[in-house]
């Protein structure tokens, strides 16, 4: 397919630094985090009073009630194209219309468009892949995706309307790994900024433990900063390293696997969409990189690379951690172009580190971190030009006028949780 628009963020370098100083943009960086927190105080809140009172003008077409018999699976996709994605969420839409709910497949999506309102919609099987045919449930009118209390919304509908014994969660859109997801052109706010998903906002957004399988339809979500903040929400995650094409996952075949056996388990299912997503892009020289992540596993890994990255300072082996760092899988560099990624794939950095190090605390370290990634993914596709790719990256500038200092702003439970941040500052400084 001919694609030219990719599933990062469709912002500018969002991964360098401003040349405004840190200390000048702290004022201004503070305010906007306190909206941003505003509005994970009242996600709950706003989400259970638009349940309430916000289908009143639908109700004759509400979808089955929730005492309905539970299907096997609902999936559900949280689809933002209000953006330059537009046209690819209509191709993808089609592409799950070519395969259609059954009595034990509920496929039911949010799609917010460039032009025109978010609906809500149940996807039915039909013949015309340029057209959308399914029925409408609701029209939610002008929606800004980029709020959690649009996600909690959505899920909360479903899971009441949609009961299954295994729900999956599709977010589709850009991505821009522990930067955000989910950019909406047309969010309401009078800001001069997008809005986006903050990882904190969609951890929020989610019942602990309600999904089976999380996935992410868009770029650079394969990363431990990503899957280390939602580990109580899914119990699975379906995640790429590298950027993703703007066609994202191929819908036909993934979903026709799950309705031709909908008894799959969440485990079964999830490797099956990765496998398919990999022979959709095996011809790609870049973008063909999926693992499935299993939540629980995610704490040991993040244990094993603080370990790491004690050890590392400790040591102060600048040399070697800078061979291991340029050695190792750099995802960035299999794009190119303007916009800079720097992400490094943390099992082949601990695996080259291993052949330069002569410390042996940061060798037992190295090797843990190694056993944790293979531990936590639990199945790993990826093209020639990543190997090895272990599944799972991690924030790496190479000098401190790439790094962002919203990577400590954030709150990310990674850095909180870690030395990670305290390294890269010191490796910035050379040890």
């Known amino acids: 397919m001919g694609v030219r628009a990719m599933k990062g963020s469709g912002q500018d370098n969002f991964f360098s630094r401003s040349p405004e100083s840190f200390f000048s943009r702290k004022h201004r960086w503070a305010s906007g985090r306190l909206r941003k927190g505003l509005k994970l105080w009242t996600v709950f809140l706003l989400s259970s009073l638009l349940f309430c009172f916000a289908w009143t003008n639908n109700v004759a077409q509400a979808g089955p009630a929730s ?27 089609n592409e799950m219309e070519m395969v259609g709910s059954t009595d034990q497949v509920n496929i039911v999506v949010l799609m917010d468009r460039f ?134 996952w191929p819908y036909d075949t993934m979903l026709a696997d799950l309705v031709a056996k909908p008894s799959l388990d969440p485990v079964a299912l999830a490797v099956a969409m990765t496998d398919r997503y990999f022979e959709y892009y095996e011809s790609s020289t870049f973008m063909n990189t999926m693992a499935v992540v299993e939540s629980a596993k995610i704490p040991d ?76 993914v639990i199945y790993n596709v990826f093209g020639k030009y990543y190997d090895p790719a272990g599944g799972l990256t991690v924030y790496w500038p190479n000098t401190d006028r790439a790094f962002n200092e919203k990577y400590l702003l954030y709150r990310l439970d990674f850095v909180q949780d870690t030395h990670w941040d305290e390294f890269l500052l010191e490796y910035f400084r050379g040890f």
């Not at 609902?74 to 209509?90: E, H, Q, R, S």
């Not at 061979?323 to 794939?345: C, E, K, Q, V």
């Open 67 to 93: 005492s309905s018999p539970r299907a096997k699976w609902t999936f559900m996709v949280y689809l933002d194209a209000d953006n330059n994605l537009d046209p690819y969420g209509v191709a993808d839409f």
């Open 115 to 248: 032009d025109g309102p978010a609906l809500l919609y149940y996807v039915v099987k039909d013949n015309d892949p340029n057209q959308i045919t399914s029925p409408v449930l609701a029209n939610w009118g002008e929606v800004n995706m980029g709020d959690p209390a649009t996600l909690a919304r959505f899920v909360d509908y479903v899971k009441s309307h949609f009961p299954a014994e295994h729900y999956f969660l599709d977010l589709w859109d850009h991505g821009g790994g522990w930067y955000g997801l989910v950019w909406d052109e047309h969010d309401g706010l009078e800001d001069g900024y997008t809005d986006r998903l903050l990882l904190d906002e969609v951890a929020a957004a989610l019942p602990d433990g309600g999904l089976d399988i999380l996935g992410f339809d868009l770029c650079l979500a394969g990363n431990v900063e990503t899957a280390y903040e939602v580990r109580w929400e899914a119990k699975y995650l379906l995640l790429s390293e590298e950027m993703e094409a703007g066609a994202g």
């Open 301 to 376: 890994l993040v244990q094993a690379m603080d370990r790491l990255a004690l050890s590392m300072l400790a040591a102060g082996e600048k040399g070697a951690v800078s061979g291991a760092r340029g050695a190792a899988t750099n995802l960035w560099l299999m794009m190119g172009g303007p916009i800079y990624y720097p992400l490094i794939d943390v099992y082949s950095f601990a695996d080259e580190l291993i052949q330069r190090s002569h410390d042996p605390a940061t060798l037992l370290a190295a090797e843990e971190t190694k056993a944790a990634v293979q531990a936590a």
